[in-house]
Nanobody
Framework: QVQLVESGGGLVQPGGSLRLSCAAS????????MSWYRQAPGKERELVAT???????NYVDSVKGRFTISRDNAKNTVYLQMNSLKPEDTAVYYC?????????????WGQGTQVTVSS
């Protein structure tokens, strides 16, 4: 069974930094597009950042220049470095793994990690 386990969330003051990690197991990690999503209370889940198997990245406009997504295929891990955090970044952050197979799409989620930005 595929597992995605997030870690690194917590409470941080505005302007601070956090690094989220997502460790994947039981999948061919290097073949998957990895993404971070977030969901704030009362809001829909939002795509934050994506990194393809080839290393191309994409970000939602609100985090560009502040967040960096990266991957280490040797460790089956994807990271989200979050700098200059703002209160509006407060949310549960979820890791997602996706790839297109011959007949289906493979789509897996982690359990989420809470990030709270507050003074």
């Amino acid at each position: 069974q595929v597992q995605l386990v997030e870690s690194g969330g917590g409470l941080v003051q505005p302007g601070g930094s956090l690094r989220l990690s997502c460790a994947a197991s039981r999948l061919t990690f290097s073949s998957y597009t990895m993404s971070w999503y977030r969901q704030a209370p009362g809001k829909e889940r939002e795509l934050v950042a994506t990194i393809t198997p080839g290393g191309s990245t994409n970000y939602v406009d609100s985090v560009k220049g502040r967040f960096t997504i990266s991957r280490d295929n040797a460790k089956n891990t994807v990271y989200l470095q979050m700098n200059s955090l703002k209160p509006e970044d407060t949310a549960v952050y979820y890791c997602n793994a996706q790839r297109l197979g011959v007949a289906r799409r493979y789509d897996y989620w982690g359990q989420g990690t809470q990030v709270t930005v507050s003074s």
